[in-house]
């Protein structure tokens, strides 16, 4: 009884591994796709998108890998890379702030105080001009 009891338990594991390895299996075999052209065969890797040109040669399949356009692009790489991280810090920087609400800065509010200032002085001196002119009654001299 026991050597039979010892082969259901390793007919049971290997079921086990068999199931485990079967989903990996699947995976991998979904992995490449074959696609004909005029002069073969092209093979892409799905989870990476790597392309290779395939030609069949005696009964078998010889692949090669196809030219990368991004190998041309990879010099830009750490300058794009830069360029996104300094957007990325201005947009932080934007989503950091508390929203406005329509209100002007602290420098708009300063810069038009300001104006209001030299506006309300100017006038004022325009006012005290007249009073002066208009004599010490308050009536405006006859210029006729």
């Known amino acids: 009884m026991r050597p039979m009891l010892s082969t259901l338990v390793a007919a049971a594991l290997a079921a086990a591994m068999l199931a485990a390895v079967a989903p990996a299996h699947a995976e991998q075999a979904d992995r490449y796709r074959l696609e004909r052209t005029d002069k073969g065969f092209v093979r892409m890797d799905t989870l990476t998108g790597a392309m290779s ?5 005696g009964g078998e399949l010889a692949c090669k890998p196809a030219a990368d356009e991004r190998s041309a692009d990879a010099g830009k790489l750490p300058e794009l890379t830069r360029r996104i991280e300094a ?10 702030k ?3 609400a329509g209100l002007p800065s602290e420098e708009e509010f300063e810069k038009t105080m300001g104006l209001m200032e030299r506006f309300l002085r100017r006038f004022w001196g325009v006012a005290k001009d007249l009073e002066r002119e208009s004599g010490p009654n308050g ?3 006859d210029r006729t």
């Open 53 to 57: 040109l395939c030609e069949e040669r």
């Open 87 to 96: 957007l990325e810090g201005r947009l932080a920087a934007l989503e950091g």
């Open 98 to 100: 508390p929203p406005a």
């Open 139 to 141: 009536q405006a001299p």
